[in-house]
C-alpha cells in the first residue's frame, strides 16, 4: 500500500508539471533501476558537440525565464540543402522581443545577440556555420522548422514559424535562400508555431499545414507566483492554418474551405501521415491542455475531425494532457502506423487497431511508468541498434521552471513492448539538461541514427550513435517524379509514401512524413534497421501518385535512392 500510495504521489506531481529531480523519486527511480538491470542493449551514444564544431547555445531573449513564450523552446531540422548526400543541420533560437512588447522590459537581455545557425555537414564528422552566406538569420523569435521542396525544383526549402512571423525561405540550389513569403502567398498572423507539409489532395505538390499555439498577450501577468507566468489556459485558444499548393510556387489559404478553420485548439506538435491506409494522408494536432485533434482525410479537399472516435483526444485517463510531439511509425510492427506522443503526463503510445482507431498500451509496452517522472519534449522513434525493431528516444525537462533532467531510451522488444535503457546507453543522456525539440539523422552515413537535442537557454548537443552489436541496415532516399519538366507524378521529396522493406523473413513499413517530434523535423531519408539479414528481398514503394514501385534483392548497409519512374 506504501509502495502504491508513493507511486501515485510521484504521478501526481509529474501531472501538475511541479516535476522533482530523479533522485528525490524513489518510486520511479527504482522502477528505472529493475528495468535497466535487465537491459543487454548495446545502444549508447556520445556527445560529439565539441568534436563536430557545433557552438549553438539557445536563448529565450532575457536572463531569466518568465513568459509562456520564454518557456515553449525551439526546434530544429536535418536538410540536405545542397544535394551531396549529407545531412545539414538548422537549428533556431528565440531572441529578445522590442521593448514595447516584451513580457518583462526591465529584465537583462543577452549581451550577445543570439540567432539561428545552419551547419553545413563537411562529411568528416565535422560541420561549417554558413548562417551568414546562406541568408537564414531572420529577425523573428524562432520557435519550429520544417523542410520540403516545395517548388519541386530539386533542392529543400524552409519554413520557419515563431512569434509574430512566418517566414517560408526558396533554396536558390547555390547554397542561398531567399524569403519568398509574400511572393508565395503565406500569411499567418500570431504565434504560429509547428508545421508540416503534406500533399492532401495528391496533385504532384506539397500543401503546408502550420499549427498556432494561442493569442499570447506579453503585457497580461495575472497569475499565480509558483506558476511563474501565465499558462495556456490563461490565453484565448488559436486556429490553425492550411494552405494548398497552387504548383506554380504560390499557395492559397483554404483553411475554412478545408474545414480545419472550425476547431480551436492551443497547438504544441503536428505531424501528417496516411494512418488508415486509405491513400490519402491525415493530420494529427497535440494540443496544450486542450482536446487533440486528429483530421481525417475525406479525398476531396476537405477534413473530418475525429480524434474522440478515433481514441487519440485525450490522455490515458480522460484528460487534456500538455500534448508535444507526435510521431506516426509502425511501433508495433502490424503494417499499420502506431501513433507515439510525448506530454507532460505519462506519454502516450497508441496502437493502431486497423478500424479506423488507436487502442492506448501505454502501460502494458512499459512506458509510460518510465516517463511518468518527467516532462517529456522532443522525440525520436528509431531502430537505434538495427535489431529490426523500433526504439524511443524521448527528451525530457521542467515544464514552467528551469528543472534540469535527464533523458530516456527504450528498447523495442517487438510487439509494443520496451525496455529502459537509458542509465546505459552513455553518460550523455545522465546530464541533465532542460530540453525542448530534437531531430534525427545519421549525419555521417555510417548506419547508426544520431539526434540533436535544443536545450532551453543552453547549450545544443549532438549524440552520436556509438552503440555496439549493431544489425545491418538500409537507408531509401526517395524522389518523386514531378519536376520542373515533368508535372506528373509525385511530390519531389516522395513526402506520403508508404515504404514496405521485406527482409530476414519480415516485413517493415514506413510513411515519408514532413514534420515530426516537438518543433522538429528529422532526416527525410527511411532507414530500417535490418537485423541479421545480409540482403534485403524486396522494397516496395506506394508513390502518392498510385504507381507501386518494386525493388528487388537489395544489397544492405548503405543508402539508395528510389526514382518514380516517369
Known sequence: MQLRLLLVLGLTSAAMGQVRAPDAHPGAQNLRASQTAEAKSGIRFEDATAKAGIDFTHSFGSAKLG???EGTGSGCVWFDFNNDGLPDLYVLSGRPLDDSMHPHPLKEKPAIPPHNHLYRNNGDGTFTDVTEKAGLDPDMYAVAVTAA???????????????GKTI?????????????TAKAGIK???????????????????????????????????????????GPLDYEGETNRLFHNNCDGTFTDVTDKSGIGAYIGRTMGVTAADFDGDGWPDIYVANDRTENFLFHNKHDGTFEEIANDAGVAYGQNGEATSSMGPVFADITGSGLL????????????????????????????GLSQANAQYVSWGTGVYDFDNDGWLDIMVFHGGLIQMIPQEHSVFRGLGGGRFEDVSATAGAALSIKTVARGACFADYDNDGKVDAFVVNLGGRGVLLHNVSTGTGHWIAIQLKGARNG????????????????VWAGGREQVAERVAGSGYLSQNDGRLHFGLGAAEKVDKVVVHWPSGKEQTLESQSVNRVITVEEPQ
Open 338 to 365: 502506431d501513433l507515439w506522443v510525448s506530454d507532460a503526463h505519462y506519454n502516450r503510445l497508441v496502437k493502431n487497431n486497423g478500424k479506423g482507431g488507436f487502442d492506448d498500451i501505454g502501460i502494458a509496452s
Open 149 to 163: 521542396d516545395y517548388d519541386n525544383d530539386g533542392y529543400e526549402d524552409l519554413l520557419v514559424t515563431g512569434y
Open 485 to 500: 519538366k515533368n508535372n506528373v507524378g509525385s511530390n519531389r521529396d516522395g513526402i506520403g509514401a508508404r515504404v514496405e
Open 168 to 180: 517560408l525561405y526558396h533554396n536558390n540550389g547555390n547554397g542561398t535562400f531567399t524569403d519568398v
Open 188 to 230: 499567418v498572423d500570431g504565434w504560429a508555431i509547428s508545421s508540416t507539409w503534406l500533399d492532401y489532395d495528391r496533385d504532384g505538390c506539397v500543401d503546408l499545414f502550420v499549427g498556432r499555439y494561442v493569442k499570447f498577450d506579453p503585457k497580461y501577468h495575472n497569475y499565480y507566483a509558483a506558476d511563474n507566468y501565465p
Open 67 to 69: 513568459s509562456l513564450l
